[in-house]
């Protein structure tokens, strides 16, 4: 079983910028697509961002398009997400996981992203 941890949250004021990593305890399986995806208050949890199992294509979703940026290493076992240019609205509790939610990962504690105006 895989266990994910993500860290590298915190607080950020607009404009500003932070690094999520995840690290899984099991082996990020090279064949895998891998995610980021997040809930922020009073909110359903949404993807953000997901990449491929080698690392050759990522997609975004719209409101992060140009300011995110999704990566993985996969021998160290880690997915990133770059985010710059952040607003209040990227506040939110984010989670890394399998981008095919059917495998029953589970999600982790999360790390909490708060961005002040």
């Known amino acids: 079983q895989v266990e994910l941890v993500q860290s590298g949250g915190g607080l950020a004021q607009a404009g500003g910028s932070l690094r999520l990593s995840c690290d899984a305890s099991?082996?990020?399986?090279?064949?895998?697509?891998m995610a980021w995806f997040r809930q922020g208050p009073g909110q359903d949890r949404e993807f953000v961002a997901g990449?491929?199992?080698?690392?050759?294509?990522?997609k975004y979703t719209d409101s992060v398009k140009g300011r995110f940026a999704i990566s993985r290493d996969s021998m160290k076992n880690t997915l990133y997400l770059q985010m710059n240019s952040l607003k209040p609205e990227d506040t939110a509790v984010y989670y890394c996981?399998?981008?095919?939610?059917?495998?029953?990962?589970?999600w982790g504690q999360g790390t909490q992203v708060t961005v002040s105006s």
């Open positions: 996981n399998a981008a095919d939610l059917r495998l029953g990962w589970p």
């Open positions: 099991g082996r990020l399986s090279s064949t895998l697509n």
């Open positions: 990449i491929s199992y080698n690392g050759g294509a990522t």
